[in-house]
């Protein structure tokens, strides 16, 4: 079902492209711009999620498109950052990876169990410290570093907290 949360999630899946024409166009603040877009993208997540609640608007088409929105943004920042030297190539392939097994694992608990899988605190924690880790390597803030390092950390506590919780609700 279409609904107003889910319009914004398709507005954030077409801003994905949007991102990475211009980050690849030739221009001296192509960064900036590409940057911003992630943020727009950011805001419409959070704005989207606040309404499909408080309006009680959940949709089982929102919770593919919600997150799916959020992999493809994030790894189209990251992968572009790491191809001009922003980024981490190591923290690339953790996300990716990351991302991969939650969905593998995600679709078998929907498939096999017939379970929901949802975000927890570790999951959107580890979003805010990659969102923090992509700003912080593209204006290469000092500290950036630190920050990524911070973002794998978390990624990694949050693919091991689904990982437990997955080991939890399987039945042998």
Not at 66 to 94: C, E, N, Q, Y
Not at 106 to 125: C, D, E, T
Request: no cysteine; charged share 10%; glycine share 6%.
């Amino acid at each position: 079902m279409i609904n107003l949360p889910n319009m914004i999630t398709v507005v954030r899946i077409l801003l994905v492209p949007v991102f990475l024409i211009v980050f690849w166009a030739a221009g001296p603040h192509r960064v900036l711009w590409g940057m911003l877009i992630l943020a727009v993208a950011g805001i419409t997540d959070v704005i989207d999620g606040y309404l499909a609640r408080k309006l009680h608007m959940v949709t089982p088409l929102g919770k593919i498109l919600d997150p799916l929105a959020d992999k493809l943004m994030v790894i189209s920042v990251m992968t572009s950052l790491f191809m001009i030297g922003r980024f981490p190539f190591w923290l690339v392939v953790l996300v990716i990876v990351k991302e991969l097994l939650l969905v593998t694992g995600s679709l078998f608990m929907v498939i096999r169990k017939h379970l929901q899988v949802s975000a927890n605190f570790y999951g959107k924690a580890a979003t805010i410290a990659i969102y923090a880790a992509l700003f912080f390597s593209a204006f290469k803030i000092t500290g950036a570093s630190l920050v990524t390092v911070l973002a794998g950390i978390i990624s990694v506590i949050a693919l091991s907290n689904y990982a437990l919780s997955f080991a939890r609700r399987r039945t042998y």
